[in-house]
């Protein structure tokens, strides 16, 4: 499964599976972008940018699990976890954005 790949192509699923291995492509990542200022907040940046892509795979995974749950009380519940985490990679993603 592919988290990320955007336009350099960067695909973080080899990563997904440890919270050392989200760090590691959170730092990767990182190489990747030129900027001419380093964040105000270096230890925050990574955070969110760890946030972003734990809930990306948490949310493929509940996605995974979606259609194989036999009630709808265990699908709307699915769901329901799925929007609260799209709603922190949301929050995260604008602080990354004002960082910037």
């Known amino acids: 499964m592919t988290l990320y790949s955007g336009e350099s192509g960067t ?4 990563f997904a599976n ?3 291995g989200l760090k590691d492509w959170a730092r990767t990542r990182r190489g990747m972008v030129e900027s ?3 964040a105000d907040d ?8 760890w946030t972003v892509a734990r809930d990306s795979a948490d949310i493929g995974r509940l996605m995974q699990w979606l259609p194989k ?3 709808m009380r265990d699908k ?7 929007r609260e985490l799209l709603t922190e990679i ?3 993603i604008v602080q990354l954005a004002k960082m910037q």
Do not use: W
């Open 36 to 38: 001419f200022l380093e």
């Open 42 to 49: 270096p230890v925050l940046e990574d955070v969110l940018e």
């Open 69 to 71: 749950a036999q009630t």
């Open 18 to 20: 440890t919270s050392e």
């Open 11 to 14: 695909d973080c699923s080899n």
């Open 76 to 82: 709307h519940a699915l769901l329901t976890r799925a």
């Open 90 to 92: 949301d929050s995260a």
